[in-house]
């Protein structure tokens, strides 16, 4: 959505007023520029952690992995060791890299500390180590399931990253597993920990944007020029002599550098990216209720630049990924009165490309009486919809938010335009302050729920995980079925015995898929 300064400005105050002003929120608005550890336990309702930090093993230390390491509450965790295939990682964990998400353990906990931390070489010789109550796992997907399953069956608790697992026979396998050693298992979809989508979903919920038909989700970039492939890299020096990787479960030593390339060892654009915004669409549309599932699917993938003789440079000939490059998917999801009438449909529609990047990634929500927008997790920007009874509406207008005399929810109405300005001055400089995305909280919540002995399958409302192993497979089953999708050219209806972690049947091998 292309929009003015001013209009930008005055959707980012639309948002922070609505959730002010409609009393829909069960906290004020809080960013993460002004939080501290406790931010996600004074949010999401659970205290802050008593007691002694959980003891932690990090297993990956890449990409997400360091990520994850900047980002892990010391209040809650101690971080006993780490543990990864590739010497480059392991020093890049405590190192980090030129990247504020990434700034590795000797910044983060001072080198004394840092130096405290224990070093194995792979998940079996980590999770031998007694000390270690619970792991965090960021490795290649491939590997989640087997490395989280023998992580429960050694007694300790599981946050994984997402996707949940290559496949949904894996993911209904670790939640098997999970029940059976009474062991936490949550995933890493930390878009339920955001505090900035929470106060979104609040308004959604309350009606604010009338009824919702589409919802447009993007994650757009751009890796054609030279060497801008961050999933495509070369060995490093460190990691040249490494051997036996094939005992991992990779074919070569360029498949565990790039596994994010390859359809054995990952789940390409709408693993990695679309499923975070599928996850976001379905919280979107529960709208109050507890889940949603999608109806069906369909859609277009290909490898439309990377496989294109004569296209960029002479390299993009021998190009080895075999994942596609670009994505388009179309889901159809139950509206609020589906039961009743299955004509009763709301449409999101997915797209990642790798040729442009115009567009920051997020999600636009388009209601009857609203339209929201979230952009790159950090901002949301609200707008009234043109016309209707109360007139005024559009990206020009600030919004005044009024609860209906019925009791029947907020509604919007308008004040006038701000001039360019003044909607500046009111948006103000906490506009640009950084929001937490949400892996802090988490982290914070799984260690939360081990220390407090948190029965597994309590909701979430009752202090549970938020996106425990049920809730993450159901984002696996959106994302991989998609992908079949597109691999099988067809539209794809949604089972219910997918979504049930005791069914043995799974998309990738229903016959009325594959047949």
Not at 13 to 20: G, H, S
Not at 265 to 288: R, V, Y
Not at 387 to 413: K, Y
Request: hydrophobic share 35%; net charge negative.
């Amino acid at each position: 959505m292309q929009l003015t300064a001013e209009q930008r400005a005055i959707g980012v105050q639309n948002f922070q007023d609505a959730v002010d002003q409609a009393g829909v929120s069960r906290r004020a608005f809080l960013k993460a520029a002004g939080a501290t550890s406790a931010l996600g336990a004074f949010y999401f309702g659970y205290e802050k952690l008593h007691g002694t930090p959980l003891k932690v093993g990090f297993i990956g230390t890449g990409d997400e992995g360091s990520v994850l390491l900047t980002q892990h509450p010391p209040e809650y965790f101690d971080i006993v060791a780490i543990a990864d295939l590739r010497p480059s990682n392991q020093k890049r964990a405590f190192v980090g890299d030129n990247n504020e998400h990434r700034v590795g353990l000797n910044k983060k906990l001072g080198h004394a500390t840092a130096s405290k931390i224990k070093v194995y070489d792979n998940h079996e010789q980590l999770l031998a180590d007694p000390q270690i109550e619970a792991v965090v796992i960021a490795t290649p997907l491939n590997t989640h399931s087997k490395i989280a399953i023998d992580a429960m069956k050694a007694g300790k608790h599981v946050l994984c990253e997402k996707l949940m697992a290559h496949s949904i026979a894996e993911c209904k396998e670790m939640i098997r597993v999970s029940r059976e050693t009474n062991r936490v298992l949550a995933v890493g979809h930390q878009r339920h920990y955001s505090i900035l989508y929470a106060n979104a979903n609040d308004l959604v919920s309350q009606g604010l944007l009338g009824d919702i038909k589409f919802i447009r989700a993007s994650w757009h970039r751009n890796n054609s020029f030279p060497n801008s492939d961050s999933w495509s890299k070369k060995v490093p020096q460190e990691d040249s002599q490494l051997a036996d990787v094939q005992k991992w479960g990779f074919d070569s030593l360029d498949q565990l550098i790039n596994w994010r390339l390859f359809r054995k060892t990952g789940g390409g654009l709408m693993a990695e990216l679309g499923s975070h915004q599928l996850d976001a669409c379905s919280i979107f549309l529960s709208q109050g209720r507890s889940e949603v599932h999608p109806v069906a699917v369909q859609g277009f993938g290909g490898k439309n630049f990377y496989g294109v003789k004569g296209v960029g440079s002479e390299d993009k000939q021998k190009d080895p990924r075999e994942i596609d490059d670009q994505v388009y998917v179309t889901l159809e999801f139950p509206g609020r009165n589906y039961e009743e009438d299955h004509n009763d449909i709301a449409i999101v529609t997915y797209s990642s490309i790798n040729t442009n990047r115009l567009e920051p990634y997020g999600e636009t929500i388009y209601g009857s009486r609203g339209t929201l927008t979230t952009e790159l997790e950090q901002k949301v920007m609200l707008y009234k919809e043109e016309g209707g009874d109360t007139g005024g509406g559009g990206p020009g207008q600030r919004l005044r938010v009024v609860q209906r005399e019925s009791g029947g929810g907020p509604v919007v109405s308008t004040s006038p335009s701000l001039a360019p300005a003044a909607a500046a001055a009111a948006s103000g400089p906490a506009s640009e302050e950084k929001v937490s995305r949400g892996y802090t909280e988490e982290m914070e919540h799984f260690a939360w729920n081990i220390r407090n002995n948190v029965p597994l399958g309590t909701p979430r409302e009752q202090g549970g995980l938020r996106c425990p192993g049920e809730r993450a497979m159901a984002d696996a089953i959106m994302a991989i079925t998609s992908n079949l999708a597109m691999k099988h050219k067809k539209r794809i209806e949604f089972k219910h015995e997918w979504f049930d972690p005791s069914s043995p049947a799974v998309p990738e091998t229903d016959p009325e898929i594959i047949g």
